[in-house]
């Protein structure tokens, strides 16, 4: 039976567990070859192993799937061009990255260490920075479109206790998401964000998830969007920050007030002036029609 990835690579980062396993899965189930990236590391980022992406692919080959397994880290540049390489070498082409790979060091601000604050930042933004740019490398070689989908978090979009590094750097692959697709546009290459909520390992413990099924909000869960993005029906979607919890699927944007504008010809504003205006200031645009 044709599967909707035929013939497609995908490569997805962190497919060792949780969503990025369901990810590999599925897109492997569809056709695709599938490489599955995973450092083996515990949920904070400590130690490294085969194990995980190994146990992906047995899986995958099991069923009569095709991947391959790659342990490099996302988080350093040899490691992103080697997880680039394992597709190239095995596949000879990349049609789709997922960045999903992710830890987390929570501590609240005044008790942050330089040590959580850089590896959280280099593991997500600096790996998906790597990542996207060995990719689209190739994409640009390869002049066939692509497709890349980055992983944020409702905590970098909105905030939450106990998170600064984390939210800073989802918060900053929003920001990277949106200029990457303005720049690779021209590629024909598209490429969105995926702000999840799912039962894994990372998420286990939060009280937002407590007494909740793997059914009502399993990382199998998440898989539609992912396969929604990376498929022809997307191809015009892009620079979009998709949030999915359970089953629904939303769009996390950037607002704006309406805002008020004072004539230039009066010179700057005075502070008394702003606090009189500060509701006004604050209130949403009128709708257009
Ligand atoms: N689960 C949620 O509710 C939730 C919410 C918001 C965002 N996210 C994001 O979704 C992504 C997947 O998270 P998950 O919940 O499936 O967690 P998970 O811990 O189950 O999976 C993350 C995987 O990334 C791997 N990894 C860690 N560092 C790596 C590195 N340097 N290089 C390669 N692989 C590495 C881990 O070994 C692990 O298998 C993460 O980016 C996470 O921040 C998850």
Not at 32 to 55: T, W
Not at 146 to 171: D, E, V
Not at 189 to 207: F, G, H, K, Q
Request: some cysteine.
């Amino acid at each position: 039976m044709a599967g909707t990835f035929d013939g497609k690579v995908v490569v997805v980062t962190g497919a060792g567990g949780g969503i990025g396993k369901e990810y590999a899965l599925y897109f492997a189930k569809e056709g695709a070859k599938v490489v599955v990236n995973d450092l083996g590391s515990d949920r904070h980022g400590g130690g490294k192993g085969a194990e995980l992406a190994g146990a992906v692919v047995g899986e995958i080959k099991a069923a009569g799937g095709d991947a391959v397994a790659n342990f490099d880290s996302v988080a350093t540049r040899e490691g992103a061009e080697g997880i680039m390489w394992s597709a190239l070498s095995k596949y000879g082409r990349i049609d789709v990255l997922i960045n999903n790979a992710g830890i987390l060091r929570d501590r609240t601000l005044v008790n942050m260490s330089d040590h959580d604050w850089d590896l959280i930042m280099d593991v997500h933004l600096k790996g998906t920075y790597l990542c996207t740019q060995a990719a689209a490398r190739i994409f640009k070689v390869q002049k066939s479109g692509g497709r890349i989908i980055n992983t944020t978090s409702l905590a970098g979009l909105l905030g939450n206790f106990g998170q600064c590094n984390y939210a800073a750097a989802k918060a900053g692959i929003y920001g990277f998401t949106r200029v990457a697709s303005i720049e690779l546009v021209k590629m024909g290459v598209t490429v969105n964000a995926i702000a999840p909520v799912a039962l894994t390992r990372l998420t286990e413990d939060i009280p937002l998830l407590q007494g909740v099924s793997r059914d009502e909000m399993g990382p199998q869960l998440i898989v539609p969007v992912a396969a929604f993005l990376a498929s022809d029906l997307a191809a015009d979607i892009t620079g979009q920050i998709v949030g999915v919890q359970g089953g629904r699927i939303f769009i996390y944007k950037m607002a704006q007030s309406g805002g008020v504008t004072r004539e230039p010809a009066k010179g700057a504003w005075k502070i008394a002036e702003i606090k009189e205006k500060w509701d006004e200031i604050c209130k949403d645009p009128e709708p257009a029609f």
